[in-house]
T-cell receptor, first 111, second 116 residues
């Protein structure tokens, strides 16, 4: 079993929809949780960075972390065609910079 | 403010050859990590360099080695290339001196390595 599980999709939604992306994990030592967006032929771009449990909002993006369930989510409001990309969840422990990534979810927003 | 830059962008090598990939960290960053991303997968941690020393290593064989220079730039070397080494190699940087482990990683656009 992988440390981080993420549904690869693809997830296809109409423009303006609310998108929900999720990851589950097994390692209770994870403390920092991130969401990256990766366009084709590009490197991952950091979207959200959170510590421990709770919610964090930034513009159209909201990240949620539920450590008791080992479950994290990213919500995208008013989705746009430019949001079409692969979304990677990543997490790490208290110390060090070794990130453990999910496999990524492909999102397609249709205009 | 330049972000993380990597060179070359693409590379084709033959099995058994050796390859060197290069990375310049984002301005103000002193720590460099390397990741391997196979097609359709998330990036996998190879190793991290800080103060010119390897600080952490993932589950990769000794064929993968690295180096960090005094200007914080870094190289990834892979010897005896295998077909399975074909992947996108990503460099990421952060600032340990400024914020210990609290700052997130910033990634470059990677080097696409194809082994034939």
């Amino acid at each position: 079993q992988k440390e981080v599980e993420q549904d690869p999709g693809p997830l296809s939604v109409p423009e303006g929809a609310i998108v929900s992306l999720n990851c589950t994990y097994s390692n209770s030592a994870f403390q920092y949780f991130m969401w990256y967006r990766q366009y084709s032929r590009k490197g991952p771009e950091l979207l959200m960075y959170t510590y421990s449990s709770g919610n964090k909002e930034d513009g159209r993006f909201t990240a949620q972390v539920d450590k008791s369930s080992k479950y994290i989510s990213l919500f995208i409001r008013d989705s746009q065609p430019s949001d079409s990309a692969t979304y990677l969840c990543a997490m790490r422990g208290e110390y060090g910079n070794k990130l453990v990534f999910g496999a990524g979810t492909i999102l397609r927003v249709k205009s | 403010d330049a972000g993380v830059t990597q060179s070359p962008t693409h590379l084709i090598k033959t099995r058994g050859q050796q390859v060197t990939l290069r990375c310049s960290p984002k301005s103000g960053h002193d720590t460099v990590s390397w990741y391997q991303q196979a097609l359709g997968q998330g990036p996998q941690f190879i190793f991290q360099y800080y103060e010119e020393e390897e600080r952490q290593r993932g589950n990769f064989p000794d064929r993968f080695s690295g180096h960090q220079f005094p200007n914080y730039s870094s190289e990834l070397n892979v010897n005896a290339l295998l077909l399975g080494d074909s992947a996108l190699y990503l460099c990421a940087s952060t600032s340990f001196r400024r914020s210990s482990y609290n700052s997130p990683l910033h990634f470059g656009n990677g080097t696409r390595l194809t082994v034939t």
